[in-house]
């Protein structure tokens, strides 16, 4: 039995040209080479993108901050992520920069199909624009009327003629994708924010720029010298331009994308933009946009300012190219942040990699040469190890829909399942025993089931540590194959008899961290960027409360609620929302806190009564003033309410 064959495209982003790399970026290129290898090994046509984004206004001011030209500039830093994913040996089919001629002329013959379609009209912007972000903004989404409500930074006020992408055409359509496709946007948990966006209505989107040059032109059958194309436009694209769309068209038997892996930050482009402009160039829509959470350093956001922006190229020359990739995919559920450690890398490398893993070929190699000359047969497998046989292959019956689920850390702790069956299986049986017993044939039969069950392993993990694997597959004598996956897992056969050959140790024990300074990456972020950042995550925070992601009872109370009594409060003047409470928390004085409440309660109403606070949160300025913690309320389509103690508690009270 085979499985059937598919086309399956796997996109990453196509990384700005204003940075270099760094573990973000490999995360989500180690996942996307991790699903094409495995998609490949199992037999399907695969094909994986990467590639730089490399118009717009951020690389326009990048490069000219630089002193040179955007075209310089963009070579420059495309060559290097383009090195670094080599150096990493990730297998992509194409390298896109949105520089090259094809993609700019697949991209203008895009828009004139919207165009002539009637999704494309002309007219006039006007309103805010963050550079940093690409994005532009009414000023009620912006902070204090100036900032990004997504990094933070100021923005810049636009006024210029554009054309227009018809968005809130597409309002119903894109609702209805949502709807009968469950699993377009993963995890399911992300989806929840892309509806409820799309529900509060499209505006329709400005498409073109008239105010700098360093973008793709418009066609020229539209004739607008002046207007270069919106740069979200322009590089959501490249996911058909790669294939030949508008020039030459042989691989557009790969769309639609099987998934789209992105950044939590970069979703709404991709789960609103870009399935609108396909359903507008009458396309079919990806079947997957996967978003990943954010990678932290030691428990804190990465900043140049701080010097501990992960390099990803520093860990991997340090600890193990195999282990780094192993560690990215293992140690966080997809979606949710991470943090990266040295010492939690440690600790799965002696682990997981050294402990479970490793020591199972070690004692592969020791058992078999000392008691059968390195020869393993399999006959007797089946005859003392039916249990331990049928468990592992239902174990690996399964996993595979953990990859295209994108539960890639559940993919990787099924198959440890399958080693802790492998080395619980030692302890049992003691071949050691067996063959004082002059039971040669059971010992025989243990070694065998081993060497099957690492056999098997060693096919689905090497999507995920394909060095280490090459030395584990000569070791097992085994070829890691299509027709090796078909015969040892799709078909649950075993490897009939096979030589083994000693190899050095896989992962050898690590002691102290290998990296002494922290690992940084010379990105060329200002302050203001890297507060920017920051910002966005503490914002992030508050929407991912509809995330139904599993938390630890730890991670529960790191957040500290308490019930605040509110002794005073007033409406902010020129403020629709926001009321300013000064609340007691038992805490000897009031803090204030800003409540975007005041549709819902009056000011006087709710002196003397009692909320839900949370009370750790930082202090953040909202039109200037300060907030020092936020009161838990409930909304629906009925209204907003307070959640507050079914009766008084004494301020301050914690709340668990
Ligand atoms: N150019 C756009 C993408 C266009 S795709 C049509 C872009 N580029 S980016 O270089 O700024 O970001 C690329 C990816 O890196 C995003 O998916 C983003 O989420 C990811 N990351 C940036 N910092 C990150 C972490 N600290 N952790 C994990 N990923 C993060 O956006």
Redesign the pocket.
């Given at each position: 039995m085979e499985k059937t064959c598919n086309n399956v495209y796997i996109t990453t982003?196509?990384?700005?040209v204003n940075?270099v790399a760094?573990?973000?970026?490999a995360?989500?290129t180690i996942i996307a080479d991790m699903i094409a290898r495995y998609s490949r090994l199992t037999g399907q046509k695969t094909f994986l993108l990467t590639g730089t984004?490399e118009h717009g206004q951020k690389i326009e001011q990048s490069a000219q901050a630089r002193g040179k030209t955007p075209q310089e500039y963009a070579n420059e830093v495309s060559g290097k992520f383009r090195a670094l994913w080599d150096d990493f040996d990730i297998t992509y089919d194409k390298f896109i920069r949105t520089t090259d001629d094809e993609h700019k002329t697949g991209v203008q013959y895009a828009f004139e199909k919207m165009y002539n379609k009637g999704d494309i009209y002309k007219g006039d912007y006007e309103g805010f624009y963050c550079v940093s972000c690409e994005t532009f903004f009414t000023q009620t989404q912006l902070i204090e009327d100036e900032f990004c409500p997504d990094c933070g930074k100021p923005t810049n006020i636009v006024k210029e003629e554009s054309y227009f992408f018809k968005l809130s055409k597409y309002e119903d359509k894109l609702l209805k994708w949502y709807e009968e496709n469950p699993d377009c946007i993963l995890p399911r948990a992300k989806k929840n924010e892309i509806v409820n966006f799309v529900k509060s209505g499209l505006r329709d989107l400005s498409i073109s720029r008239t105010s700098f040059d360093w973008g793709v032109k418009l066609p020229q059958s539209i004739n607008e010298p002046n207007h270069v194309m919106y740069v979200?436009l322009d590089?959501?694209l490249?996911?058909i331009t790669a294939l030949g769309y508008g020039t030459d068209e042989k691989n557009m038997a790969f769309w639609p994308a099987k998934i789209h892996l992105?950044?939590?930050?970069?979703l709404r482009?991709?789960a609103i933009y870009w399935p609108a402009f396909l359903m507008s160039l009458d396309l079919p829509l990806p079947k997957h946009i996967a978003a990943?959470?954010?990678?932290?350093r030691d428990g804190e956001k990465?900043s140049k300012s701080k010097g501990n922006v992960v390099d990803p190229k520093q860990v991997a020359d340090a600890y193990g190219l195999d282990a780094f990739r192993y560690f990215l995919l293992r140690e966080v559920p997809f979606g949710q942040d991470g943090d990266f450690s040295q010492k939690a890398l440690m600790d799965r490398i002696n682990s997981d990699l050294g402990n479970d893993l490793g020591n199972l070929l070690n004692r592969i190699m020791g058992m078999s040469g000392k008691y059968f000359d390195y020869q393993v047969v399999s006959k007797d497998v089946e005859k003392f190890h039916a249990k331990e046989l049928n468990e592992v292959n239902a174990l690996l019956e399964n996993v595979e829909e953990y990859i295209f689920n994108m539960q890639l850390n559940r993919y990787l702790e099924e198959i440890w399942k399958v080693l802790t069956i492998a080395n619980k299986a030692i302890g049992d049986y003691e071949p050691w025993t067996k063959m004082k017993e002059g039971k040669e044939d059971e010992a025989m039969a243990l070694v065998a089931l081993i060497t099957n069950i690492v056999a098997k392993v060693a096919l689905l993990l090497d999507s995920v540590m394909p060095q280490k694997i090459a030395q584990i597959a000569s070791c097992l004598g085994i070829q890691i194959s299509t027709e090796s996956y078909n015969n040892l897992i799709v078909n649950k056969n075993l490897i009939e008899q096979t030589t083994i050959t000693k190899v050095e140790q896989l992962f050898p024990r690590i002691e102290e961290i290998l990296i002494e300074q922290a690992p940084t990456t010379d990105l060329s972020k200002n302050q203001t960027e890297i507060e920017a950042k920051e910002k966005k995550e503490t914002k992030k925070v508050e929407v991912s409360v509809e995330d139904d992601n599993l938390i630890t009872i730890d991670k529960f109370f790191e957040t500290s609620i308490k019930i605040g009594t509110i002794v005073e409060a007033e409406e902010v003047p020129k403020s629709s929302k926001l009321l300013k409470l000064q609340v007691d928390l038992g805490e000897g004085k009031t803090r204030q806190v800003l409540a975007g409440i005041k549709e819902f309660y009056s000011a006087s109403e709710l002196v003397g009564t009692q909320a839900c606070v949370v009370a750790n949160l930082k202090p953040a300025k909202l039109m200037g003033m300060l907030s020092e913690g936020m009161l838990l309320a409930a909304k629906d389509e009925n209204g907003l309410n307070l959640i507050r103690p079914e009766k008084p508690k004494v301020a301050g009270t914690k709340i668990s």
């Open positions: 982003p196509i990384y700005y940075d760094h573990i973000g970026h995360y989500t984004d979200w590089a959501l490249n996911y992105v950044g939590k930050d970069i482009f991709h990943h959470g954010w990678w932290t990465m």
